[in-house]
C-alpha cells in the first residue's frame, strides 16, 4: 500500500467546494434538502446516505481546525472565539436537524435491505441508540457543556512556573523531575504543585458545575445517572459497568502488587530513607536522564524512520502529515496541556497536538499518538463516515499497541545498547504505572456520577480512597497530602471527556496480548494489527479484536497471564 506525500480532499458530489462555513445558514439549506429529499428505493438510500456523510464530514473538519487552532493557541482570542461561535451557535442548530435525518432514516423501508451488507448492523444499531437518547432539552445543556469545558484548557493553558530564573511551561518543567540532583527534583515538585494549588478552587467549582450539567443532561434523557447515559451513548454494548468493576478487582489484585515491588526496588537503588514523590521519574540508578530527540522537528524525523522500519505504509503516514503541516509537537507557553490525534473527517489526514519538551516519554506519546493516526489513514477510504469512527476501545488499541511494537526501533532514539535497555524497561514500567492509574479514574469516576449531589469534602475523601486502594504504600505523601486531595485535577479526561478513560486499561491489555503476537511473528503481528484497524467501525469490539488475533477479555486469569508475560519480558532486559 502506497500514498503520495500530500493528499488531497476528495471531489465533492454534494457541498460545494467553495462553502464557508461561516454561521448556521451556510449549512440549513443542506439539512432542509437531506429532510425533503424522497426515498424511493434502495439507491436513492445510498446516495441520501453518502450525501449526508459529506455534509457531517464538511461540518466535522471545520470543527476540528477550530479546536486543533483554540489549542494550539488559547492565548488567542480570535481562534477561542471562533470554536465558542460554533459550539454556541451552529452546534445547537444541527442537533434537532440531526435528530430528524436519523428518525428519517430508521422510517425508511429500504434500510432492512442494506443491514445484511458489512457496517450496517453497527450503523442501525448506533442510529437507534442515537434516536433513543435524543432529547431537545439537552441542547442547551450541552451547549453550556462545551463551553465550560473550554474554560479547563483556558485554566490550564495559563500555567507557567518559574524555575531558578526561566519560566517554564508545566510540561517543561516536569522533566526537571528526572533530574539526579534530588533538592532540584524537590524544589522543581513543590512548584508545580503549588501552581496547580493555586487554580483548585477554580478547577474544583468548574467540576462541581459540570458534574450538575451532565446529571441533568442524564435525566432529562430518562436514566438513573450521568454514567449510564455515557455508556449508551459511548455504544457500549460489549460490556458493562459490572465488566468495569471486575477490570478495577482485577487491577488491584494482579497489577498493584507489581508496582509495589517496582517501588521498593527504586526505594532500596536510590538509598533514600524515605521515597517522595519526586523520586518517581528519575533514574533510580542514578543515571541522567534519557534524551529521546533534540527538538521538535528531530522528533519528527525519527518518528518517520521509525515507522518506516515497521513498515514503510506506516512511514508514509507521519510523512505526509509533516509535509502537510498537521503536526505540532512542542510545549509552548499558550498551549493547552496533553496529547491528541485530531481525525479529520473529510480530508483523511489527521493532526497531532503534543507538548514535547525531550524526554522519552514523549516519545512514546507521538509513537501512541501516530498509531491513531496510522488508524485514521487505513480507515480513510471507507464509504461512509460511520464507519470510519472506530469504538474508542479501538482506537485506543491502535495507540497503545504502536507504543510496543515500535520498540523493535527505539535504536533509532537510543543508539546506546544500554539506552536501549533502559528505555525498554521504563515503557514497561509505565504498563505497571498506567494499569492502576486508569482503574484509579475510572473507579473515581463511577463514584463521582452515581453521587451526583455529593460535596466537595465527599469528592476529596472518595479519591483519597480510590487513590490510596491502587497507589503503592511505599510513597511517602507526608506534608503534600493537599497535592494529593486534589491531584485528578490533572486528568482533563475528567472535565473534556467523562467516562472516557477505562478504553486505556482494556486496550492496554490488548496491546500486551497484539505485543505478544509479534514477539512470536512480526509479520503476522503486524498484519493482525493493520487487519484489525481497517475495520473502523464495521463491526463489534470482540470481532476487531479477534482479527489482531486477541481476545477482548479482561477477567483476572486474562490479565495475570499477560503480566506474567510482562514480567518475562523485563527478566530479559
Known amino acids: 500500500m502506497t500514498i503520495a506525500e500530500k493528499i488531497n480532499r476528495p471531489k465533492r458530489t ?9 454561521d448556521w445558514n451556510s449549512l440549513k439549506l443542506f439539512f432542509e434538502n437531506l429532510l425533503s429529499r ?4 434502495v439507491q436513492s438510500l445510498r446516495k441520501w446516505l453518502s450525501d449526508r456523510s459529506e455534509l457531517e464530514s464538511v461540518i466535522s473538519e471545520d470543527m476540528g481546525w477550530r479546536y486543533i487552532k483554540m489549542t494550539c493557541y488559547t492565548d488567542n482570542d480570535e481562534y477561542s472565539k471562533s470554536y465558542q461561535d460554533f459550539v454556541e451557535n451552529i452546534q445547537p442548530e444541527i442537533a434537532p436537524l440531526a435528530d ?5 432514516l430508521a422510517a425508511s423501508p429500504f434500510l432492512t435491505s442494506l443491514e445484511g451488507e458489512r457496517g450496517f448492523k453497527i450503523l442501525i444499531r448506533n442510529l437507534k441508540k442515537d434516536i433513543e437518547l435524543f432529547r431537545e432539552e439537552n441542547i442547551p445543556l450541552f451547549t453550556q457543556i462545551n463551553t465550560d469545558t473550554q474554560k479547563y484548557a483556558q485554566i490550564s493553558g495559563a500555567m507557567m512556573v518559574e524555575i531558578r530564573g526561566k519560566e517554564l511551561t508545566l510540561q517543561q518543567a516536569s522533566v526537571i523531575l528526572q533530574s539526579t540532583d534530588r533538592a532540584k527534583r524537590e524544589e522543581t515538585y513543590r512548584k508545580l504543585a503549588e501552581r496547580r494549588l493555586k487554580d483548585k478552587t477554580e478547577l474544583d467549582d468548574l467540576f462541581s458545575k459540570l458534574i450538575d450539567l451532565r446529571h441533568q443532561v442524564s435525566k432529562n434523557a430518562g436514566f438513573a445517572n450521568f454514567r449510564d447515559y455515557m455508556f ?3 455504544g457500549r454494548f460489549d460490556y458493562t459497568p459490572k465488566d468495569c468493576f ?3 478487582d482485577a487491577i488491584a489484585s494482579e497489577v498493584v ?3 509495589n515491588e517496582l517501588s521498593k526496588e527504586r526505594k532500596k537503588k536510590l538509598n533514600v530513607s524515605s521515597l517522595r514523590p519526586w523520586d518517581k521519574a528519575v533514574d533510580p540508578e542514578g543515571r541522567e536522564p534519557l534524551k529521546a530527540f533534540e527538538n521538535g522537528s528531530d522528533l519528527t524525523d525519527k518518528s518517520i524512520a521509525s515507522f518506516h522500519r515497521l513498515d514503510p505504509f506506516l512511514g508514509h503516514c507521519l510523512s505526509i502529515m509533516k509535509s502537510m503541516g498537521h503536526l505540532d509537537l512542542e510545549s509552548r507557553k499558550g498551549k493547552a496541556p496533553g496529547g491528541y490525534n485530531y481525525p479529520l473527517a473529510e480530508i483523511g489526514v489527521p493532526f497531532i497536538f503534543m507538548n514535547a519538551t525531550s524526554t522519552m516519554r514523549d516519545m512514546t506519546t507521538i509513537m501512541h499518538e501516530g498509531g ?5 489513514f487505513l480507515t480513510k477510504d471507507l464509504p461512509l463516515g460511520d464507519f470510519k469512527s472506530p469504538p474508542m476501545e479501538v482506537a485506543e488499541l491502535a495507540s497503545m499497541s504502536m507504543e510496543l511494537i515500535s520498540m523493535d526501533t527505539w535504536d533509532i532514539f537510543f543508539p546506546d545498547p544500554e539506552d536501549l535497555k533502559r528505555a525498554k524497561r521504563e515503557q514497561l514500567e509505565d504498563i505497571i504505572e498506567t494499569l492502576p492509574w486508569v482503574a484509579t479514574i475510572d473507579q473515581f469516576q463511577h463514584w463521582i456520577y452515581e453521587n451526583p449531589t455529593h460535596s466537595q469534602e465527599d469528592r476529596k475523601k472518595n479519591w483519597n480512597a480510590v487513590f490510596a486502594r491502587y497507589a503503592d504504600p511505599i510513597t511517602d505523601w507526608s506534608g503534600l497530602e493537599e497535592t494529593r486531595d486534589f491531584a485528578w485535577q490533572k486528568q482533563l479526561h475528567l472535565y473534556e471527556v467523562p467516562f472516557y478513560y477505562i478504553e486505556y486499561g482494556m486496550a492496554q491489555l490488548g496491546a500486551i496480548a497484539l505485543w505478544r503476537n509479534y514477539k512470536l511473528d512480526k509479520q503476522k503481528g503486524l498484519e493482525g494489527y493493520m487487519n484489525a484497524l481497517k475495520l473502523g467501525n464495521l463491526t463489534t469490539i470482540p470481532e476487531i479484536y479477534k482479527a489482531a488475533n486477541i481476545k477482548f477479555d479482561f477477567s483476572k486469569a486474562y490479565i495475570k497471564e499477560l503480566m506474567d508475560f510482562v514480567k518475562e519480558e523485563f527478566a530479559k532486559i
Request: net charge negative.
Open 257 to 259: 502488587p507489581i508496582l
Open 14 to 22: 454534494f457541498i460545494p467546494e467553495d462553502i464557508n462555513v461561516s
Open 246 to 248: 471486575d477490570f478495577h
Open 38 to 41: 424522497e426515498l424511493v428505493d
Open 232 to 234: 449508551k451513548s459511548y
Open 100 to 104: 430528524l435525518l436519523n428518525k428519517k
Open 372 to 376: 491513531h493516526a496510522v488508524h485514521n
